[in-house]
Every structure is written in C-alpha cells, then in structure tokens.
C-alpha cells in the first residue's frame, strides 16, 4: 500500500508539475503576470509566495493550473481551481488577453509540448538503458494459428496488418486487439521477405480497463529471450524514442475513436486509482518499467489535454484559433459561456472515471 501511496505521488505530481511549468515558463518569457501557480486544484493546502506568484499544493491531485492575469474566462476557471470571487482590476499590458495571438498560442501549447518532451525523453533512457525487444519468434505452439499460418522459430515479424513492428510489445497489442480476424503479416525469414497470413484464436480474459471479461487474440508462439533484445546506443536510442512516442500518440487516438465509435467501452476509462494501481505495479516492477509507465501517462495527458473541450488547453486553443480565423475574439460574454460548458463536462467525465475505479476496487475485493 505505501509503495502505491508514493508512487501515485510521484507520478501525477512529477506530470502535472512538467505541464504546468511549461505553461509557466512560456507565460514569464512573453512577461505575463502569475499570480498563482498550483500543483492540484481545489483549496489551497499550502503555500507560499516569495514574489509576484504564489506557489501552491492544492488537495485535490486532478490536475494543477497556473492562474495568468487578464484571462476573460479567469472567473469560471478560479471555481474549478479552488478560488473565490474575482475582484475588480484595472486591465494591465501584462495580462493574457492583452499579448498578441501567437504569444497566447505559445503559452496555452507550452504545457501539452513540455509532456511529449518529458515523454520522450524518458523513452530515450529507458531504450539507452534496456534496449529492446525485436519481434524474434522463439517458438510456435503445436496447432496453433501461427504454426497454420507458417510461422516457424527464428522468424521476425516486421509487419502486421498493414502496421511495421519494431518491437515484440507491439505487435502483441494488435494481435491482441485482433481476435478471430484474418490478418496480413510480413516477416524476415533467412534474409528474405515473406507474405503471410494469421488469424489469432480467441481468448477470453478479465481486463482491469474494462472491469468485465474481454475476448483477446493469441497467435502461440513466444519470443526469444535469448537473442531478442539488442543494446541501443544514444543515437539508436534517440531516433527509437521519436518512434516511441509517436506509437503511443497514434494507439492513444485510435483508443479515442473506438470510444467515439463504440467499439471501446466507457468502462474502460480511469481516473486517479486506476493511475495509483498501476503505478504501483510498475514501482515494484522497478524503475524503468515507472519510468516507462510515466512516459505513458504523460503522452496521455498531453492528448487529452489537447482535446477541444472548453477550459482544457485544447479549447483555449480552439478559440483561440477561431479568433485568428475571424479576425477578432469571441465578446468576455460568450467566451465565460463557453468556459461553463467545458466545466459541466470537465466534471462529468471525472465523475465517470471515479466511477469506474471504484466499481474496479469494488469487483477486485468481490463485491458488486
């Protein structure tokens, strides 16, 4: 319990602090005032303030904010963020809405930027550290659909279904996510490229996500642990975390559509326990499976951040965008409007996932 106490604490409070300094840095740099700046939301728990901003720990770990003065929507924003009424101030040539377009832009962006670095760059050590794991075929089960489809030991997978693979955790997750249909595969067999094709069995297994019983894909074979992993040096190791990151960006879209589609269930999303339990599974896994569970989260919050759901980053950019378009801002009117549309929103879907992981507590102890 206590290592996934500390490492919850180190993993949200580690991402949230990259975001909002990026969104700090960048509001200093085109000299926009800060009066706070928070790590959570809700009451102040404590604080101080050596200057013109006032750092803060706030109680609730849902995410953390910096409070740029002169914002038209800093009125609903303050009640998600934990403030009070809003006095009166004199307009200032350091607020917010009084920077040019493309300084606004800079800073609203400069969060979601600072955790695909973050992200990156810890893909990047971990990959220096580790190396990875290539698509090496150790074995093929006896009447497996591997062994129907030809796959034989020695094998290397270098596509699926229209995807490259460079890594054996890949090209588990789609046949994973691929039960019972037939899927192309390309492979390296004795320097030759060969053609083939696999449909994994099903398999029905308990997911967590889905706190329900899934059917999985599984083609039988294993990979080989002995010759399957190959040292990467920083170079190798840079150019293979780009490739990283980006994965996750793309599965992390694809995991949005399907939810938009309904070919993913609700249930499968999660909000704070669900990122405690697994970040203690990967504390006691290591280091470097936290710091690659860290990488994750962080591209996560960097997309869903970027959505354009107003008083999230994406929707101040949306509007942002909007007024490049039309030439002018929406009037303070329309704008707060807007801001308490996101935060009905906002709020629901964090009801959603608190839902959902108590009812996965509730079902992991046997209840419900």
Known sequence: MLITILST????????????LGHFWAAKAVDIEVPVFSIGIGPKMVGFKPGETEYVISWLPLGGYVKMAGMADEEVQSKLEGGGTLEPRPP?????????????????????????????LAFVVILHERGIQIPLIGEVNPDSPAEVAGLLPGDIVVAIDGRGVLQWPEMALIIEQNPGRTIPLTVMRNDSLLSLRATPAKLRQYNELAADTVELGRLG??????????????????????????????????????????????????????????????????IWPLLGFMAIISVNLAILNMLPIPVLDGGHMFLLVLEGLRGKSLTVEQRIRFSQ???????????????????????????G
């Open 9 to 20: 604490i180190l993993v949200l409070g580690v991402l949230i602090l990259v975001h909002e």
């Open 92 to 120: 200032s040539p350091r607020d917010f809405d009084a920077k040019p377009l493309w300084a606004r832009m800079m800073v609203i962006s400069a969060g979601v930027i600072m955790n695909m670095v973050f992200a990156y």
């Open 221 to 286: 074979i294993t990979s080989d642990q002995e010759k399957g992993y190959r040292p990467l040096t920083w170079r190798s190791a840079a150019l293979e975390g780009a490739h990283h990151t980006a994965y996750w960006v793309g599965e992390i879209y694809r995991f949005l559509w399907n939810l938009m589609t309904g070919k993913t269930s609700v249930k499968e999303l999660g909000g704070p326990i669900l990122i405690g339990q697994l970040s203690g599974q990967s504390a006691r896994l290591g």
């Open 341 to 367: 549309v996101g935060l009905v929103v906002l709020i629901g879907i964090m009801i959603l996932a608190f839902a959902n992981d108590i009812l996965r507590l509730l079902r992991g102890v046997g209840i």
